[in-house]
């Protein structure tokens, strides 16, 4: 069977699969109980847009009132290995995101779990500048920027989930005469944890629209 769940769904998978079991710890009312399996299986199901096997299965395992978060992540790996990874560019599909960057270092994404990625950033330890790259209509998309040195809690613009976020600044072509400004949002600091929790693509596709034209 072909891999058929994308990273961001497997995060919303597993996040619907924990809102289970704080309802199995929380409610005890069969009835209740009852009623949020459905909608919980109704949510999954929507979002796939159709029922495959190896989902159903994972469901039928939850989905007991005796289940705990150790149980559910064991299923979980199980259900991860039919995730679909993040397409991996190549390094002519990197330079191209940034022909701007002069001596740009590409990290070695082939060592990276793709599995678990929606979009990829990486830091560059001299010039401290952050990148980013995501699939966007169907052809990576890039944009580079840095860090302003404060952090906090937040929500970030990327992932939508709370996290400790700073600002992330870059400079965008303001218009036709040259002139440039700084666009800046909250984002996880931590990228690996922001592709960790991010359960939809909305954040990073208005993300990256918001910088079109640098």
Request: proline share 4%.
């Amino acid at each position: 069977m072909p891999q058929i769940i994308k990273p961001h769904d497997f995060n919303y998978i597993k996040e619907q699969t924990y809102h289970l079991i704080n309802a199995y710890q929380s409610v005890n009312d069969p009835r209740t109980i009852a009623t949020f399996e459905g909608l919980i299986e109704e949510k999954i199901n929507r979002r796939l847009k159709e029922k495959y096997e190896k989902v159903d299965l994972f469901l039928e395992q939850v989905m007991t009132p005796s289940m705990t978060k150790t149980r559910a992540d064991s299923y979980l790996s199980q259900l991860q290995t039919e995730v679909l990874p993040l397409e991996q560019p190549s390094d002519k599909q990197i330079q191209k995101c940034f022909r701007k960057v002069k001596k740009l270092k590409i990290p070695d994404i082939s060592k990276w779990e793709l599995t678990r990625y929606s979009y990829l950033s990486w830091t560059d330890s001299g010039s401290q500048k952050k990148y980013m790259m995501a699939p966007i209509n169907q052809q990576f998309v890039g944009l580079y920027g840095h860090f302003e040195p404060s952090i906090k809690k937040g929500i970030c613009a990327v992932c939508q989930h709370e996290a400790n976020v700073s600002l992330f600044l870059t400079t965008t072509k303001a218009g036709a005469d040259g002139s440039y400004t700084k666009k800046g949002n909250y984002i996880c600091v931590d990228s690996d944890q922001c592709n960790y929790q991010l359960t939809s693509l909305k954040g990073i596709t208005e993300f990256f629209a918001r910088y079109q034209g640098k």
